[in-house]
């Protein structure tokens, strides 16, 4: 399985921005997807996840201002983000599971890992 993450930038807070991970390898729509992020000295955190069946999930940071959606027939996930703040500045990962049943904010449930986009968001 690959993941291909894109979107990331350099915006002000308050701005938007789109990041999208095209998945590769396997059948997409079956499984789970999701967003993490590390920002430099801290360790990876959960951002967000849509099951197979479109239930999303959200961490408390985020709630409101972030949305996860999936299309199946690109096999692709996006994260859109608006109203950024300079604490969501962070390396963006997306992450697949190699099962289908998961704990979706839980790290170690997802085998696959994009290689990483860059959000920085000044203040």
């Known amino acids: 399985v690959q993941l291909q993450a894109s979107g990331g930038g350099l915006v002000q807070a308050g701005g938007s921005l789109r990041l999208s991970c095209a998945a590769s390898?396997?059948?997409?729509?079956?499984?789970?997807m999701g967003w993490f992020r590390q920002a430099p000295g801290k360790e990876r955190e959960f951002v967000a996840a849509?099951?197979?069946?479109?239930?999303?999930y959200y961490a408390d940071s985020v709630k409101g201002r972030f949305t996860i959606s999936r299309d199946n027939a690109k096999n692709t996930v996006y994260l859109q983000m608006n109203s950024l703040k300079p604490e969501d500045t962070a390396v963006y990962y997306c992450?697949?599971?190699?099962?289908?049943?998961?704990?979706?904010?839980?790290?170690?449930?997802?085998?696959?890992w994009g290689q990483g986009t860059l959000v920085t968001v000044s203040s």
């Open positions: 390898g396997r059948s997409f729509s079956n499984y789970a």
């Open positions: 992450a697949a599971p190699s099962k289908l049943a998961i704990l979706v904010m839980w790290a170690d449930d997802y085998d696959y």
């Open positions: 849509i099951r197979a069946s479109g239930s999303t």
